[in-house]
């Protein structure tokens, strides 16, 4: 851990009058973080919530999901993590905490801790992004058990201060329009293989983040959304 374990928690939020019931759960919830929480919202208008509030004119819609980017870079020396979450994702703090204490043993090893995005529904728990069971290599790392998901986005990334600071390049703060890459700077820009926790032959509930919108299972029309968590793992 850090010595004042500070984090910059940024979130893009394009107005939507049915989405503020979500963004609200987000930000309330790092009230249960053990940590010195900033959080900063970029947004396209106008908006009161218990954040700072960033108003954006953009070009295009998609490039409010980089405006975190400058925060980051604007204020690296002030936090020792940073995280940017899309404004329906939920991650509690213990699964945030277990990350934390796996980044740099992984990312040593050319890899990050990853997550798996889940939905609620029915009283029971789907991937959202997972649309076939899974046959996994166990990757063991000291007395922890890791694997790799073929499906393995979740639309958020955290990095702590030191690691950031060694990948930032030039072309950090480009613009672009595709949300997925913005939330997955690791995986997707730095190639970092993302390795999540199993135990007991599960997908540890350390992974766990929340997709609050829920948008997927209910909705027969798509793939998304309908295996159970328990159920991935063959």
């Given at each position: 851990?850090?010595?004042?374990?500070?984090?910059l928690?940024?979130?893009?939020?394009?107005?939507?009058?049915?989405?503020?019931?979500?963004?609200?759960?987000?930000?309330?919830?790092?009230?249960?973080?053990?940590?010195?929480?900033?959080?900063?919202?970029?947004?396209?208008?106008?908006?009161?919530?218990?954040?700072?509030?960033?108003?954006?004119?953009?070009?295009?819609?998609?490039?409010?999901?980089?405006?975190?980017?400058?925060?980051?870079?604007?204020?690296?020396?002030?936090?020792?993590?940073?995280m940017y979450v899309e404004d329906d994702m939920l991650v509690p703090y213990n699964a945030f905490n277990e990350y934390i204490n796996n980044f740099d043993t992984l990312w040593n090893m050319g890899c990050v801790p990853s997550f798996i995005r889940i939905e609620s529904y029915n009283d029971r728990q789907f991937a959202t992004d997972i649309i076939n069971k899974q046959n996994i290599e166990p990757i063991n790392v000291n007395d922890k058990t890791f694997a790799t998901l073929s499906e393995p986005y979740h639309a958020f990334w955290i990095m702590p201060q030191k690691q950031l600071k060694e990948s930032i390049n030039s072309k950090f703060t480009d613009l672009n329009t595709s949300r997925?890459?913005?939330?997955?700077?690791?995986?997707?820009?730095?190639?970092?293989?993302?390795?999540?926790?199993?135990?007991?032959n599960e997908i540890s509930e350390l992974c766990y983040s929340y997709h609050l919108a829920n948008n997927y299972a209910p909705n027969r029309n798509t793939p998304f959304g309908k295996i159970e968590v328990k159920d991935i793992l063959k």
């Open positions: 851990m850090y010595k004042n374990n500070k984090i928690v940024c979130i893009a939020f394009h107005n939507n009058i049915d989405r503020i019931q979500y963004i609200k759960k987000v930000i309330e919830n790092y009230s249960n973080y053990q940590l010195d929480v900033d959080i900063i919202v970029d947004t396209n208008e106008p908006l009161e919530l218990n954040a700072k509030i960033v108003v954006h004119k953009l070009e295009h819609p998609y490039h409010l999901t980089y405006m975190h980017r400058k925060h980051f870079l604007d204020n690296i020396d002030v936090y020792d993590y940073f997925e890459n913005a939330a997955s700077y690791p995986m997707w820009t730095l190639n970092k293989k993302p390795l999540i926790k199993i135990e007991n």
